[in-house]
């Protein structure tokens, strides 16, 4: 579902026309998606959208880039200080607490992208952030370094050697994401949705409301896994929208679809 969602986007940093994303899933007698053809009297709509400018200091966009990684990476911190005392007072237990910084974290730092400036620059300072999360996570999880409130924040069973399994992947895999392909990517933004929003509400609830188990492994449930596919594809199309709106990517709308 979130595939079909950042198919609906298209990077506008590719100078494409929106004619090229017509023509592969589209001929004369209807929309081709690779399995049947739809027939329909409107195929799509684009949306062309102006890049917005919403550096720092336009005149100095390295001075910039460095003022947003510290303005993103503080709301990033105060994020985890807010779980971590959440999970000092006992407010949810372990598990959940966990999740929620699973799934707000990256969530809310991609939230910050826009602050940066268009380019590699940008990319690779904004990626220093959770960046500077993987060697965190490796010092704790080695045990060369103590902090109690963030291993009871992001482990399950309190064990900082925990740290290096799933928190480290996080981490390696927003970094990467971030780097990599960026905030012009719906791959990207689909990717990190799904990470933080379907992964993490996916326990939750299949943690309540898991009484029946997939077949081929019992320890998920149809609904987690119906509640993954539904929270990862509304967070994706949210933040491609939310990115459509700087004009990062180009919305793509497909309506009037009749069989």
Known sequence: MALFASCLFTPLKSNSDPSLFY???C?????????????????????????????MFSENLFIGDLVAS???????????????????????????????????????????????????????????IPGLNIIKMLLLGLGMWRDDATVKSMSRFGDHRELLKGPLYYALTITYACAVYWRYSPISIGLICNLCAGDGIADIVGRRFGK????????????????????????????????????????????????
């Open 23 to 25: 023509s592969l899933f």
């Open 27 to 55: 001929s004369k007698k209807g929309v081709n998606l690779g399995f049947q053809k739809l027939k329909t009297r409107r195929l799509h709509r684009s949306t062309r959208i102006k890049v917005v400018d919403f550096t």
């Open 70 to 128: 510290g303005l993103s990476g503080g709301i990033a911190l105060s994020m985890l200080r807010l779980w971590e005392e959440t999970a000092k007072r006992g407010f949810f237990d372990q598990k959940t607490n966990r999740k929620l910084v699973h799934i707000s974290i990256g969530l809310v730092f991609m939230l910050c992208w826009p602050m940066f400036s268009s380019g590699h620059q940008g990319a690779i300072l904004a990626a220093l």
């Open 212 to 259: 029946q188990k997939l077949p081929y492994n019992k320890n998920k449930s149809f609904a987690g896994s119906i509640a993954m596919a539904i929270a990862g594809f509304l967070v994706s199309v949210g933040f491609l929208h939310y990115f459509s709106l700087f004009g990062y990517i180009q919305a793509v709308l497909l309506y009037d679809i009749r069989l």
